[in-house]
C-alpha cells in the first residue's frame, strides 16, 4: 500500500513521534495503522539509545502542589528543541513526571529513574522515559527535581514564560488569606525576574563577606586618589559596596519591583503585608529553576532541519 501523506499525518497525531519516523513505520507495515503504532513502540529502546547523545537543553519547568499546598515540588524536563517543549505530548508527560516527583521519597535521581513508574507500573520512570523519546523523536531528560514541605505555612509556586523559569516560596504565616497568598505570588515573581541568589543575608558566611571586602580593597589601592583617603572613610567605601551588592543578590533586599516609590525592599513588602493582615510572615527559602541553565545549547536552523528532513 502506498504511504500518504494524510497516513503520516495521522500517525504522527495519534503518537507524537517524528514525521520520517511515522513514514518509515508505515512503510515497514505495509499501511497497517495499528501495526504502524506498535512498530514505533518496540523500537522505542533502541530509538532512545541513538538519541542519547544529542544535546537536550530545551524543554520546560513543571510545578505540582498537594491539595493543601503544604507541599510542593519543582521540576526540570528536557527535550532538544523548542518546539517539542511546546509540544503537547511532551508537556503532558512533564507534568506526569511532575505528579510523581510529589509523592516520591527519592533522595536523588538515580533512586527516582529506578522507581516505578505510577502510569504504568511494569515500568521504571527510566523505562517510561526511554518510551517517550521513541514516541516524540527526540533525546529527552528528566534533569533534576526538588521538593519544599512547610507545615507551618504554604508553599507557593509560579510559572514563567510559559516553563522557561519554575519558582517555589516557602512561606511560614500564621494567617493563610488571599492577601497574603498574592504577596508570595508577587515574592515568586520577584525571584524569577531577578534571580537572587540568597534569601538572607543570613545565608551567607562570613567568609564570602569579608573575600569580597578584600577585592573591594584591591581596588581602591589600586586607585591612587581613593587609596590616599582616611582609613574611616575607606570603611564606609566599602561597606556601601557590599551592601549595594547584597540588595542584588539577597532576595529580602532587593528593591521590589512593584514598588510604587521605587525604594520598599522585598523585606518591608513582606512586613506591609503582615501588618496589614495581623499576621506572622516569614519568607523561609525559594527554589528557582530555569530551563537549561548552564547547560551547552545547540544553535540551529530549524527550517533547514525540516527541509534536510524532506529531502530538498
Not at 539509545?49 to 544535546?55: F, P, V
Not at 532587593?254 to 503582615?274: F, I, L, R, T
Amino acid at each position: 500500500m502506498a504511504v500518504t501523506a494524510g497516513m503520516v499525518k495521522e500517525l504522527r497525531e495519534m503518537t507524537g513521534a517524528g514525521m520520517m519516523d511515522c513514514k518509515k513505520a508505515l512503510a515497514a507495515t505495509d499501511g497497517d495503522m495499528d501495526k504502524a503504532v506498535e512498530f514505533l513502540r518496540e523500537k522505542g529502546l533502541a530509538g532512545a539509545a541513538k538519541k542519547a547523545g544529542r544535546i537536550a537543553a530545551e524543554g520546560v519547568v513543571v510545578t505540582a502542589l498537594t491539595a493543601d499546598e503544604k507541599k510542593a515540588v519543582v521540576v526540570e524536563v528536557n527535550a532538544e528543541t523548542d518546539f517539542v517543549a511546546k509540544n503537547e505530548k511532551f508537556q503532558t508527560y512533564a507534568a506526569d513526571v511532575a505528579a510523581q516527583a510529589l509523592k516520591t521519597t527519592a533522595a536523588d535521581m538515580d533512586a527516582f529513574m529506578a522507581e516505578k513508574w505510577e502510569k504504568d507500573p511494569t515500568l521504571t520512570v527510566k523505562e517510561a522515559l526511554s518510551s517517550q523519546i521513541s514516541i516524540i523523536g527526540e533525546n529527552m531528560n528528566i534533569r533534576r527535581f526538588e521538593q519544599v514541605e512547610e507545615a507551618d505555612g504554604f508553599v507557593a509556586s509560579y510559572i514563567h514564560g510559559g516553563g522557561k523559569i519554575g519558582v517555589l516560596v516557602d512561606v511560614v504565616t500564621d494567617v493563610v488569606n488571599d492577601a497574603v497568598k498574592e504577596m508570595a505570588r508577587n515574592v515568586a515573581m520577584q525571584i524569577a525576574a531577578l534571580k537572587p541568589q540568597y534569601t538572607s543575608r543570613n545565608e551567607i558566611s562570613a567568609d564570602f563577606i569579608e573575600h569580597e571586602k578584600g577585592i573591594l580593597m584591591a581596588q581602591i589601592q589600586n586607585d591612587p586618589k581613593e587609596a590616599s583617603k582616611p582609613a574611616k572613610v575607606i570603611e564606609g567605601m566599602i561597606n556601601g559596596r557590599i551592601n549595594k551588592e547584597m540588595k542584588e543578590i539577597c532576595l529580602l533586599d532587593q528593591v521590589y519591583v512593584k514598588a510604587e516609590d521605587g525604594k520598599q525592599s522585598v523585606a518591608q513588602y513582606v512586613a506591609q503585608v503582615a501588618k496589614e493582615n495581623g499576621a506572622n510572615i516569614t519568607v523561609k527559602r525559594f527554589v528557582r529553576f530555569e530551563t537549561g541553565e548552564g547547560m551547552e545549547k545547540k544553535n540551529e536552523d530549524f527550517a533547514a532541519e525540516v527541509a534536510k528532513q524532506m529531502g530538498k
